[in-house]
């Protein structure tokens, strides 16, 4: 998945990027409003991280101005501040839920799944599509009783993918929802993906075609 975190603290920040990097998600840094303003802009995000206190504003209010403008991502606050009534007003702003620091990297993973898994959708729950059986919270596919594992870039394909079959997915927007902006990747990455995405699909009769010239879909019988 890909994820925004909002956060301008540089050591906090570098290490909530390489821990959710080893769960296999993109993260985008931004260390204030306006630069996540601008990540919002040109990319879609599963979920964003976001604090409270920022340089140049608060979290909540901006927060507010995006679930007013359609934006309905998932939302962790993460806040210093203990008053009560803070916290209040983070959830009553659109926050899903929210984590106050310092925290343990383990609580905010577990926040993080947890709010996910209450988002539900196709991201979130097991799936069934063409003789096969998707579990992303295990990483597999099960395809005729022989369950295989999928890394974790193969897995956020196979997501993107499985959540619109038929829908012709360009390059460039596969890129963008599977590689965060901070990782130099060739013109060809996500063709070494989708080709190993195919052989672990093999033996069952989902497909993903190659449209020349557009891009990618998933398909079945």
Known sequence: M????????PVL??????LLALDGHGVDHAATLAEAEDCLASASYDLMLLDIGLPDGDGRGFLARQRRAGRDMAVIMMTARSAVADRVDALDGGADDYVSKPF???????RIRAVLRRRGGAAQTLRHFAGVAFDPLA???????????????ELRLFEILLAAPGRIFSKDHLCDRVFSYAECVSDNAIEVYVGRLRRKLAGSAARIETVRGLGY????P
């Open 139 to 153: 990483a597999t596919v099960t395809i005729a009783g022989e369950t295989r594992d999928l890394r974790a870039r």
């Open 2 to 9: 890909r994820f925004l975190l909002v956060e301008d603290s």
């Open 104 to 110: 343990e990297m383990a609580e905010l993973e577990a």
């Open 217 to 220: 879909r998933l398909t079945g």
């Open 13 to 18: 920040a570098r290490s909530v990027r390489d």
